[in-house]
């Protein structure tokens, strides 16, 4: 099994970053964890807004500027890089969850 580190934190970049929107994170998300995300290299980040059923995803560029890949909404079946190899149907993000 591998070993986890001592630390409760990791200090490799990730590849992909996925931000869960609410009214009060949004402006943290967009203004200060987007530019910081893009000057330490982060190459994919998807702002995800459950209560407007949409998802954005950005690609960071050579410049190291953000381009916007896409909007998708509601039930949308997607391809997105990173994980372009399978696709995701949104609608069940927007679910709610079955109970027994």
Sequence with gaps: ???LPETAFFTAKP???CEVLSRSTE??????KLPMYAEHGVSHV????PVAQALEAYTLGDAGRWSEVQHYRGGDRVRIAPF???ELDLSLL???????
Excluded: C
């Design 1 to 3: 099994m591998p070993e």
């Design 15 to 17: 590849d992909w970053v």
């Design 27 to 32: 402006k943290l998300d967009r203004d200060e």
């Design 46 to 49: 998807w702002l995800v807004d």
């Design 84 to 86: 372009d190899a399978i």
């Design 94 to 100: 927007w679910s709610s969850p079955r109970r027994a």
